[in-house]
């Protein structure tokens, strides 16, 4: 298990991490997200030794990762898939990885097939897409075979099939029992892929629990609901007295009376809950002839729950 206890990064008069805790439990995909400027990248830097933090530590299974004997055997991670030397080869990176952590030259064939790179091995990095970086930073990652791994935005790149090849190797690797700590800006990714969520802001936690837990915390959605023509303002009174925001879709006053249709109003109710609706009306003695809820998404209830803590916004 990765736990991260009271974390703060400062520089200078800005802080980037601010006494953030949380865990990563094993057997896991836990997704971190938060908007650009949060202390997520920052965050998984400091885990793995490469930023030293103001206060507070990040260990794993108890074992602050600058006092781990093999770091690598234990912490596998891809932070920047930009970092390799551009005249060496996907093997020449591996091969001097399994020389630090003491492992048979077999293991680097085994990860390059892992990640479809084979074919590809002795060519020089420097001529490498985004995307093939990408899966040769996942083989650096996974090359001691670790217990916990960390992943920093690992589908940047990726074509949809190299996308969907991501999600189901980071699933592999959680049924596999790892730890696993992956950020992206790809929500509906991360709905796909993650068990449970951190979500951070300004440096700070917001909130964390499982996709559906966060989901049902989201703001609600929007409603659409069908009432007979005659009652469309004093259903549009209602909900408004409530709060809600109201737009007529269809129907209602100057439609055509010859019309079945037009005998029937479409509403379109923002930020509201069809239950509450139903409630409202049924307490008003209000006819309702149709009640639709859209799903929340996470995109939905990310935004909702970020709304406070987004450090760059265009106007």
Same mark, same amino acid.
Not at 89 to 115: F, G, K, N
Not at 242 to 268: I, T, Y
């Given at each position: 298990?990765?736990?991260?206890?009271?974390?703060?990064?400062?520089?200078?008069?800005?802080? =980037?991490? *601010?006494?953030?805790?949380?865990?990563?439990?094993?057997?896991?995909?836990?997704?971190?997200?938060?908007? *650009?400027?949060?202390?997520? !990248?920052?965050?998984?830097?400091?885990?793995?030794?490469?930023?030293?933090?103001?206060?507070?530590?990040?260990?794993?299974?108890?074992?602050?990762?600058?006092?781990?004997? *093999?770091?690598?055997?234990?912490?596998?991670?891809?932070?920047?898939?930009?970092?390799? $030397?551009?005249?060496?080869?996907?093997?020449? $990176?591996?091969?001097?990885?399994?020389?630090?952590?003491?492992?048979?030259?077999?293991?680097?064939?085994?990860?390059?097939?892992?990640?479809?790179?084979?074919?590809?091995?002795?060519?020089?990095?420097?001529?490498?897409?985004?995307?093939?970086?990408?899966?040769?930073?996942?083989?650096?990652?996974?090359?001691?075979?670790?217990?916990?791994?960390?992943?920093?935005?690992?589908? *940047?790149?990726?074509?949809?099939?190299?996308? $969907?090849?991501?999600?189901?190797?980071?699933?592999?690797?959680?049924?596999?029992?790892?730890?696993?700590?992956?950020? !992206? $800006?790809?929500?509906?990714?991360?709905?796909?892929?993650?068990?449970?969520?951190?979500?951070?802001?300004?440096?700070?936690?917001? =909130?964390?629990?499982?996709?559906?837990?966060?989901?049902?915390?989201?703001?609600?959605?929007?409603?659409?609901?069908?009432?007979?023509?005659?009652?469309?303002?004093?259903?549009?009174?209602?909900?408004? =007295?409530?709060?809600?925001?109201? !737009?007529?879709?269809?129907?209602? =006053?100057?439609?055509?009376?010859?019309?079945?249709?037009?005998?029937?109003?479409?509403?379109?109710?923002?930020?509201?809950?069809?239950?509450?609706?139903?409630?409202?009306?049924?307490?008003?003695?209000?006819?309702?002839?149709?009640?639709?809820?859209?799903?929340?998404?996470?995109?939905?209830?990310?935004?909702?729950?970020?709304?406070?803590?987004?450090?760059?916004?265009?106007?």
């Amino acid at each position: 298990m990765l736990e991260i206890r009271n974390l703060t990064k400062t520089y200078r008069a800005q802080t =980037a991490v *601010n006494d953030l805790s949380f865990t990563v439990p094993d057997g896991q995909v836990t997704g971190f997200l938060g908007p *650009n400027g949060a202390g997520k !990248s920052t965050t998984m830097r400091m885990a793995v030794g490469l930023e030293r933090p103001t206060s507070g530590e990040a260990t794993f299974d108890g074992v602050p990762f600058r006092k781990l004997d *093999n770091p690598g055997r234990v912490v596998g991670s891809l932070l920047d898939a930009t970092w390799f $030397h551009p005249g060496r080869s996907a093997y020449q $990176h591996l091969a001097i990885l399994a020389d630090l952590m003491r492992l048979p030259e077999t293991r680097i064939e085994e990860c390059l097939e892992a990640v479809g790179l084979s074919g590809v091995a002795t060519k020089r990095v420097g001529g490498f897409s985004l995307g093939m970086k990408q899966r040769l930073g996942v083989a650096c990652a996974l090359m001691g075979n670790p217990k916990h791994v960390l992943l920093d935005e690992p589908v *940047n790149g990726l074509d949809p099939e190299g996308v $969907h090849w991501m999600r189901e190797r980071i699933r592999a690797l959680a049924a596999d029992g790892c730890a696993v700590l992956v950020s !992206s $800006h790809l929500l509906s990714e991360m709905e796909l892929t993650a068990d449970r969520l951190i979500v951070v802001g300004k440096g700070a936690l917001i =909130a964390e629990g499982t996709v559906e837990e966060f989901l049902s915390r989201g703001k609600a959605g929007t409603v659409e609901v069908e009432v007979l023509a005659e009652d469309v303002f004093r259903a549009v009174g209602l909900l408004e =007295a409530e709060g809600l925001r109201v !737009s007529v879709v269809s129907g209602g =006053a100057g439609s055509d009376a010859s019309s079945s249709a037009a005998k029937k109003a479409l509403l379109r109710v923002d930020g509201a809950v069809a239950d509450d609706i139903a409630r409202l009306a049924l307490n008003n003695r209000l006819l309702i002839t149709g009640l639709s809820a859209k799903k929340v998404s996470l995109e939905d209830a990310f935004l909702d729950t970020t709304a406070g803590s987004v450090v760059y916004q265009a106007n």
